[in-house]
């Protein structure tokens, strides 16, 4: 599943990138720009969060870095142009979207561990990781 999470991520972010720097007559709109740019991102966010369960770090760089590095690179187009209130909504989408990961994956995993036979199965993977 977690494949499927990196495959997802990837290929969400490679159409945000397509729909930030390309023509603007191109780029769908289906909502006001700072709800779309925000909703992009929280989407990203969770996808790459889901996709790196175990490595925060990689999806908060992905998402976030993503954000800013886009917004900086539509200074360089010619018919477009990049915000700071841009790239802040942007990373604040990023950032809901691994929050969102991070609780539901806790979640989860607290479920899990309530389970005896799944509590005794995860205690027995923690003891042959040590």
């Known amino acids: 599943m977690t494949r499927f999470y990196l495959i997802a991520g990837w290929l969400a972010l490679g ?3 397509f729909v930030t720097l390309g023509p603007v ?3 769908p709109q289906v909502a006001p720009p700072h709800l779309e740019h925000f909703a992009a991102f929280l989407v990203l966010g969770l ?16 998402a976030v870095g993503g954000a800013i590095l886009l917004e900086g690179l539509q200074l360089l187009t010619p018919d477009r142009h990049g915000r700071l209130v841009d790239a802040m909504t942007k990373v604040a989408g990023a950032a ?10 806790n979640s989860w ?22």
Do not use: C, K, W
């Not at 809901?96 to 994956?105: K, T």
């Not at 389970?115 to 042959?128: F, K, W």
């Open 15 to 17: 159409a945000i990138a």
């Open 25 to 27: 007559h191109d780029r």
């Open 47 to 62: 996808v790459f969060s889901l996709a790196y369960p175990n490595r925060s770090i990689h999806a908060i760089t992905i």
């Open 96 to 105: 809901s979207g691994i929050m969102l990961a991070r609780v539901a994956l």
């Open 109 to 130: 995993q607290a479920r899990l561990r309530s389970v005896p036979a799944v509590s005794n199965i995860l205690r027995q993977s923690e003891q042959d990781q040590r």
